[in-house]
Nanobody
Framework: QVQLVESGGGLVQAGGSLRLSCAASGRTFNSAVMGWFRQAPGKDRDFVGGISRGGVTNYADSVKGRFTISRDNAKNTVYLQMNSLKPEDTALYYC????????????????????WGQGTQVTVSS
């Protein structure tokens, strides 16, 4: 079992930055690929990026060069650093864990993850 709790969301002006955190409980964190997703009202839940236990990352094209994912395995925490935020980044951001594997390229679909947090709201004003 993995429980995930996101934090760090809020309201920021366009061009600003936020750092989201996802604290995981349970031993599975260190054997899980972690992902970040987001969902805007009326839209599908979209992949933002992910990171393997060994630090392999991949990102959605829409956030490449602006967002960075990292993890601290000793603290059971994964981070999403978001820079140069745009109004279109406004969404509820979710942390997710793929407990079936720890290594390899993170999957870009929500069906590849079996544990989810409750989400943290990010609002970017223009």
């Amino acid at each position: 079992q993995v429980q995930l709790v996101e934090s760090g969301g809020g309201l920021v002006q366009a061009g600003g930055s936020l750092r989201l955190s996802c604290a995981a409980s349970g031993r599975t964190f260190n054997s899980a690929v972690m992902g970040w997703f987001r969902q805007a009202p009326g839209k599908d839940r979209d992949f933002v990026g992910g990171i393997s236990r060994g630090g392999v990352t991949n990102y959605a094209d829409s956030v490449k060069g602006r967002f960075t994912i990292s993890r601290d395995n000793a603290k059971n925490t994964v981070y999403l650093q978001m820079n140069s935020l745009k109004p279109e980044d406004t969404a509820l951001y979710y942390c997710a864990a793929d407990s079936t594997r720890a290594w390899g390229t993170p999957l870009g679909t929500s069906s590849g993850y079996d544990y989810w947090g409750q989400g943290t709201q990010v609002t970017v004003s223009s």
